[in-house]
């Protein structure tokens, strides 16, 4: 459990930074900078899109698969490697250069 704890924390430090070096980017791209981050999620901000009129840019790529009891799943495939990754959501106010 203490593993799992620490490999979270450090994909919740990578997701952050890079959500901070991409909200960068953006911002110099309107020619504005950072100033501090008002709010961060790991499950989004919903509704927001619609708080701005705008329809959900990522709908869900894949359904859940409802099995019916008694059916049995059986293993394949054993991948070699199991890629993580964390995601983060931040909203930043920004100011002008």
């Known amino acids: 459990m203490a593993e799992r704890k620490e490999i979270e924390s450090a ?3 990578e997701a952050c930074a890079d959500a901070q070096i991409k909200a960068e980017n953006m911002a110099n ?3 504005a900078s950072l ?3 008002y709010a961060i999620s790991e499950d989004g901000f919903h509704g927001l899109n619609e708080y701005f009129g705008v329809a959900n840019p990522k709908p869900p790529m894949f359904k859940k698969i409802q099995y019916k009891e008694g059916d049995t799943a059986k293993i394949t495939y054993i991948p070699s490697r199991i890629r993580m990754s ?7 106010r920004l100011s002008n250069k």
């Open 35 to 37: 100033e501090y981050p």
């Open 29 to 31: 791209g309107m020619n």
């Open 11 to 13: 994909l919740i430090k």
């Open 86 to 92: 964390k995601s983060v959501n931040v909203i930043y």
